[in-house]
């Protein structure tokens, strides 16, 4: 977790700039051949800079993580409040647009080379939240299944935004929101 540092602007702004050049490293080499001399020099900070607010090059990527799993808890929060099918749909291109508007760290933190604990995290949140399956399945008598049909509608889905990012979206966030909403929901078109 960062280090606690009154929330000004300014800190705001550093801790973007050593994020942003962490994700940009990441992209050329892995995580364990980046060094905090590589980080400060992309990011335009000092060391003592970066030590005034991480720990680690770990601690850091942490953060970023942290920031997606947040967002990702209220964007599913959303999800399961809504009553009906257009507002799933709705919620899930919500989902697809902050995905694009982010994608420069979310290509990193998907792709095969990333941190795969944190893509466990991220299917570990979902899948622990029983009203999902309850949203995206019919009423099946058998739990069992019902389960089943959830994971199986997550994994695909998580693959599916694996793939557009690989495909530097490609598509746009409304066109594979429909096809999650579609394919995640019996009887949804």
Known sequence: MAKELTESRRTRYTRRAMQDALIDLMRERPLGSITIKALCEQADVNRSTFYAHYDSIEELLHDIEDETMAWVTTALDQLLMQPDAAGVEH???HICRYIADNRNHLQVLMSPTADLDFQQQLLGLIYSRRSVAEQMQPASSDPAEAQMRMRFAVSG???????????????????IAHIIFTMGMPGAR
């Open 157 to 175: 889905s998580i693959g599916l935004l694996q793939y557009w990012l690989a495909t530097d979206l490609a598509a746009p966030p409304e066109t």
């Open 91 to 93: 919620v899930i291109e």
